[in-house]
């Protein structure tokens, strides 16, 4: 059911309208997004929409999370097709602000998650988190929300995000969805975009090669580096494929395993034609 859609632009309007919602006893459920919609932040918004009164959406495409190189400038934008999606799930409210707003002149804070940054896609990204962790923050202080969604795709942020809630005593609670894939199983992204209609074809190798890797397990194996070697070596079978990282990490803390005996997560970030791709699969041995 389509929905009037409130789009806020102004931290100080945003912060009135919490005020009106908090003063009623309502609660706020939050999704942060960057923008142009898919299937997988609309599932994150039902999500939302199921566990508080009122689900308000950032979208922001945060600066401070694009590293020297990257696709800040090219990185897709579509406001009004935002908006049409965005009501279509029972979205009220819109946060869009502007960059300057967000990062006045002078801005000097920043928010560093240590030891979980550094590892998989902070490795190659060493700023990336950092600026995550910072526009989450700020979000967080404007718009008070009780719960926050967050999509399981960005495995590694989200065990950032809750690290620093933990740390830093903050009152929300993190909620993360499961991914959300395309009917070929790749997994949902803004920067699928990127890929020709070839590559596209080729990036399904990473879910089946996740597929591949979850058989080997519920198969019995659980020797990281064994199921590690398979699924680089079917990923590198497909021309175009450059692995950043294809790595098996405990799933709380990120340090790697040598042997999965406990609640693992197989991370890939493959670089295909201009687009970074990232997906994950979850390993769990009490299953």
Same mark, same amino acid.
């Given at each position: 059911?389509?929905?009037?859609?409130?789009?806020?632009?102004?931290?100080?309007?945003?912060?009135?309208?919490?005020?009106?919602?908090?003063?009623?006893?309502?609660?706020?459920?939050?999704?942060?997004?960057?923008?142009?919609?898919?299937?997988?932040?609309?599932?994150?918004?039902?999500?939302?929409?199921?566990?508080?009164?009122?689900?308000?959406?950032?979208?922001?495409?945060?600066?401070?999370?694009?590293?020297?190189?990257?696709?800040?400038?090219?990185?897709?934008?579509?406001?009004?097709?935002?908006?049409?999606?965005?009501?279509?799930?029972?979205?009220?409210?819109?946060?869009?602000?502007?960059?300057?707003?967000?990062?006045?002149?002078?801005?000097?804070?920043?928010?560093?998650?240590?030891?979980?940054?550094?590892?998989?896609?902070? +490795?190659?990204?060493?700023?990336?988190?950092?600026?995550?962790?910072?526009?989450?923050?700020?979000?967080?202080?404007?718009?008070?929300?009780?719960?926050?969604?967050?999509?399981?795709?960005?495995?590694?942020?989200?065990?950032?995000?809750?690290?620093?809630?933990?740390?830093?005593?903050?009152? +929300?609670?993190?909620?993360?969805?499961?991914?959300?894939?395309?009917?070929?199983?790749?997994?949902?992204?803004?920067?699928?975009?990127?890929?020709?209609?070839?590559?596209?074809?080729? &990036?399904?190798? $990473?879910?089946?090669? $996740?597929?591949? &890797?979850?058989?080997?397990?519920?198969?019995?194996?659980?020797? &990281?580096?064994?199921?590690?070697?398979?699924? +680089?070596?079917?990923?590198?079978?497909?021309?175009?494929?450059?692995?950043?990282?294809?790595?098996?990490?405990?799933?709380?803390?990120?340090?790697?395993?040598?042997?999965?005996?406990?609640?693992?997560?197989?991370?890939? &970030?493959?670089?295909?034609?201009?687009?970074?791709?990232?997906?994950?699969?979850?390993?769990?041995?009490?299953?």
């Amino acid at each position: 059911m389509m929905v009037d859609v409130k789009v806020i632009e102004d931290i100080a309007g945003m912060r009135s309208y919490v005020s009106g919602i908090k003063a009623r006893g309502d609660t706020i459920g939050l999704v942060p997004t960057m923008g142009y919609l898919h299937e997988g932040h609309l599932s994150l918004m039902r999500k939302a929409g199921e566990l508080s009164d009122h689900v308000v959406i950032s979208i922001f495409v945060n600066p401070t999370q694009f590293g020297p190189n990257e696709d800040l400038d090219r990185y897709p934008r579509d406001f009004e097709r935002d908006l049409d999606l965005a009501s279509s799930v029972g979205v009220e409210c819109i946060f869009h602000p502007r960059s300057q707003d967000i990062y006045p002149k002078g801005y000097a804070t920043y928010i560093h998650v240590e030891g979980l940054s550094s590892v998989l896609c902070g +490795v190659s990204r060493p700023t990336h988190f950092r600026g995550v962790a910072t526009v989450v923050a700020k979000l967080f202080n404007i718009v008070e929300p009780d719960i926050a969604v967050f999509g399981e795709k960005d495995y590694q942020q989200l065990v950032i995000i809750r690290r620093m809630v933990a740390d830093l005593n903050m009152k +929300v609670k993190i909620v993360g969805y499961p991914i959300v894939r395309e009917k070929d199983g790749l997994a949902m992204s803004s920067r699928n975009r990127y890929l020709s209609q070839q590559e596209r074809k080729k &990036a399904t190798v $990473l879910s089946r090669a $996740l597929k591949r &890797a979850e058989d080997m397990f519920y198969n019995g194996e659980r020797d &990281a580096s064994a199921i590690r070697e398979a699924l +680089v070596e079917m990923i590198m079978g497909e021309d175009g494929c450059n692995i950043d990282y294809v790595e098996i990490v405990d799933a709380d803390d990120l340090s790697r395993l040598r042997t999965i005996n406990r609640k693992a997560v197989i991370a890939l &970030a493959v670089n295909i034609g201009k687009a970074r791709l990232i997906d994950n699969t979850i390993l769990d041995p009490s299953l």
